[in-house]
Each structure stands twice: as structure tokens, then as C-alpha cells.
């Protein structure tokens, strides 16, 4: 990222959520966003996630600006480039672990026997082999959320972001899940965690802090734009 703001005008008022931010996330990297509400950590998330564009300034994804991309491209780049990973975890209730992590996949046109393989193998990746076939109903908080886990990771995505993953879980499952977290960062996968909580952020190589929409000080090293 590179110099980005977001304005947002109701009526005659505008309020700047985020003051000109520079962010650099390298492959491999392991960075926690800290702040408090309204510091704007949600809104550089939405635009970190292509859910939001920014108002000045660019930010390139895996090489690729969507600074000024329109809805549908934003969709292609989200399903392709960005695995979630949510604090209510959004999954189907009727539909079985497998077919939820294969959503994704449907959006992107992949054929059904491919779906199967590659959602099987993600579930096999976070541990729930033996609950492939169990609805979120039948699932723990914990397991649930690495349903949700397994269908960030299915599409092979660039980053990984998750948004308070740990905020719905007892500390048992909030431990395992930051160790799954661990465990994927080291076999190379790029993550970025929206978070309040301090030891789900001490776990990340590094943090960043927001406060009105610019970043507390600067982090311990350069920071800005693509994710890769």
C-alpha cells in the first residue's frame, strides 16, 4: 500500500477513516493489525480483503493493482488471491465440512470431481479428515473454525486474512488454532490477522498499531503494499 486513504461522506459530513497509510506485506510474512475501535483497522482489513477500494492512493495484490478495479473484478481477485478467515466463521449450516470448503471453488468454475479432491485434501490439512462428512452443527467451535481455515487455504490463495479468528473460541481452540496459524506460516503461507488481543498478536513475526486511522509508530521494519 502505498500513501492510502478512505473517506466517507454522509451528507454534508466526511469522515477520513484511514490518513494516508503505507504497508508493505512480504511472501512468508506473518503480520498482526492491532488498534482500538475507530481506529480504522476494519477499513484497511476491507480494503486489504478487496472488500473496499481505497479513496487515494494504490495498493497492488500478488503484483496486481486493484486500486481501481470495479466490483467484479475485485470478486475475481478475492476468490482467487485472498483466503478468509472469519471471527463468525459463515458457514452453511446444511451443507457437510467438504461441501463448505468447496464453495469457493464453485464460484471459481472448478469441475466436481477436482472440488472434492482439493477440499478433501484442505480438511485433511487442518486435521478433519475423520469429519468431512459432519454439517457446522455437528462440529465444535474450534473444528468449525477450521472448516473456515480449510476453505481459506483451498484455492491456494496469496494471503491469508483473518478477522478476530480467535474472538468466538475458548482458549483451548483459540491455542490450536494459533498453532494451525504457525504451522502454515512456516510451510510458507502469508498472513494477516485483525486483532485485538494481544497473544493471538504475539504469536505473528510482527505488529502493527493503528490509532485515528494511521499506523501508532513505525514498525520495526519498512512497511507498504503487495502481498505475494
Keep these: 500500500m502505498r500513501s492510502v486513504r478512505k473517506t466517507y461522506a454522509t451528507g454534508s459530513v466526511s469522515v477520513e477513516a484511514l490518513r ?5 506485506v512480504d511472501s512468508g510474512d506473518y503480520l498482526a493489525i492491532m488498534g482500538p475501535s475507530g481506529s480504522g483497522k476494519s477499513t484497511l ?18 503484483g496486481v493493482d486493484v486500486s481501481s478495479m470495479d466490483e467484479n473484478q475485485l470478486a475475481d481477485v478475492r476468490n482467487r488471491k485472498i483466503g478468509f478467515v472469519f471471527q463468525q466463521f459463515n458457514l452453511l449450516p446444511a451443507l457437510t465440512a467438504e461441501r463448505n470448503v468447496e464453495l469457493p471453488l ?8 477436482q472440488r472434492k479432491e ?4 484442505a480438511l485433511e490439512r487442518v486435521g478433519l479428515a475423520d469429519r468431512m462428512e459432519h454439517r457446522p452443527g455437528e462440529l465444535s467451535g474450534g473444528q468449525q473454525q477450521r472448516v473456515s481455515m ?3 487455504l483451498v484455492t491456494d490463495p496469496a494471503l491469508i486474512l ?4 480467535t474472538g468466538a473460541l475458548d482458549s483451548v481452540s483459540t491455542n490450536d488454532i494459533l498453532d494451525l ?3 502454515l506460516n ?8 485483525i486483532t485485538h488481543e494481544n497473544d493471538v498478536a504475539a504469536r505473528a513475526k510482527r505488529t502493527v498499531h493503528m490509532y485515528d486511522g494511521m499506523f501508532r509508530a513505525k514498525p520495526t521494519r519498512e512497511l507498504v503494499g503487495a502481498a505475494k
Excluded: N, Q, S, W
Excluded at 476491507?46 to 481505497?54: A, N, R, S
Excluded at 483473518?162 to 479468528?165: F, H, I, K, L, Y
Design 118 to 121: 482439493r477440499a478433501e485434501a
Design 106 to 113: 464453485i464460484y471459481a468454475g472448478v469441475k466436481r470431481a
Design 45 to 62: 482489513m476491507h480494503i486489504i480483503g478487496c472488500l473496499d477500494v481505497p479513496t487515494e492512493g494504490t495498493y497492488e495484490l500478488d
Design 20 to 24: 494516508g497509510i503505507d504497508l508493505d
Design 186 to 193: 512456516d510451510a510458507g503461507r502469508t498472513i494477516v490477522v
Design 162 to 165: 483473518a478477522d478476530e479468528p
Design 181 to 183: 496459524f504457525a504451522e
Design 150 to 152: 480449510a476453505r481459506a
